[in-house]
């Protein structure tokens, strides 16, 4: 280093592969007319985890981030302690498998690994250890938002979902930068067959980048369930925005641990779940005729 130069603290990182894929294939499809069309399908492949030579579940996955994924799936699992003790996550997509050393063998893996429940997550299904104990412990900073903020949010979106654009058949998650100045960002977008998978991808970028969570807020193409609700009050991000719907589960949790819930947001229209008492009303749209706003309903 040269005399006088900053010597600045750099985050440990584990030793990682390198090996995402390309996230869609060009195929050919015979349409209504019969004729032949080309066109992209999203690809799926099948990744196992090993935690310490030992099989912990099967994702199926685009495979764009798949040492980003395996990193959040451990973490929003709590399967291992923190990212120090990760010593290197190497994916081999010869074998289909992802192996993760630790620098000390998990001690009470097996314990984690008796309490599973099944949930309604595509591409996963399974969440370890015991929820309720890890949702008494979160309680979220209470933040307030306004309209406008949430339409900007939704145009910056906008720019993304390039692969369900070509391909179709997934979900997309996005962490967008929402300070109280700065125009909103997206720190990550993230698309996968199952939308826990993107979610887990974005959860390992905010592990190994020490991402402040309090001034994010999550974006998902899917359906609010617990599961999504508790991965991102782990993550520590108060707003949760959706183009799709919550689950009474979902909602119930949400109000437990503070996120605020904007659901079915679609152009100029979302419902506010939980937390409308923390959302200025700066960008109300012009009032709806009578006749279509009888249609209207919580249902979106």
């Known amino acids: ?21 390309r996230p869609s294939h060009e195929v050919t499809a015979v349409d209504e007319y ?16 090993y935690l310490d030579d030992r099989e912990i ?43 993760v050393d630790t620098f000390e063998r ?22 370890f ?8 412990k979160i309680r979220l900073p209470r933040v307030s938002i306004t309209q406008s903020r949430i339409y900007a949010v939704l ?42 998978n993107a979610a887990d991808a974005i959860s390992g970028f905010m592990w190994l980048n020490a991402v402040d969570g309090e001034q994010r807020w999550f974006y998902t193409t899917g359906r609010l369930t617990s599961e999504m609700v508790i991965k991102v009050a782990q993550m520590q991000v108060p707003v949760l925005l959706s183009r799709s719907g919550i689950t009474y589960r979902g909602l119930e949790l949400a109000r437990k641990v503070g996120v605020v819930i904007v659901a079915r947001a679609k152009g100029r229209h979302f419902l506010i779940y939980n937390g409308a008492d923390q959302v200025t009303f700066d960008a109300i749209p012009p009032a709806l ?10 249902e979106g």
């Open 1 to 21: 280093m040269p005399e006088g130069a900053e010597q600045t603290e750099q985050r440990y990182q584990p030793e990682m592969s390198d090996a995402g894929l």
């Open 34 to 49: 019969g004729e032949v069309r080309s066109g992209h399908i999203a690809g799926e492949r099948a990744l196992t985890l």
């Open 57 to 99: 579940v099967t994702l199926m996955t685009l495979g764009t981030h798949p040492e980003m994924l395996t990193l959040g799936y451990l973490a929003n699992q709590r399967l291992v302690p923190c990212l120090e003790s990760v010593d290197s996550v190497r994916v081999d997509w010869d074998k289909g498998e992802v192996r």
């Open 106 to 127: 998990i001690a009470d893996l097996e314990e984690k690994l008796r309490h599973r429940t099944v949930t309604t997550g595509c591409g996963q299904g399974t969440v």
């Open 129 to 136: 250890g015991r929820i309720g104990e890890q949702i008494e």
């Open 155 to 196: 145009n910056e979106i906008n720019e993304h979902n390039e692969v369900y654009r070509r391909a179709g058949g997934v979900h997309g998650c996005a962490l967008c930068g929402c300070d109280a100045v700065e125009q909103p960002f997206i720190d990550l977008f993230v698309e996968d067959v199952g939308r826990h």
């Open 289 to 298: 005729p009578r006749d279509k706003e009888k249609h209207r309903s919580t």
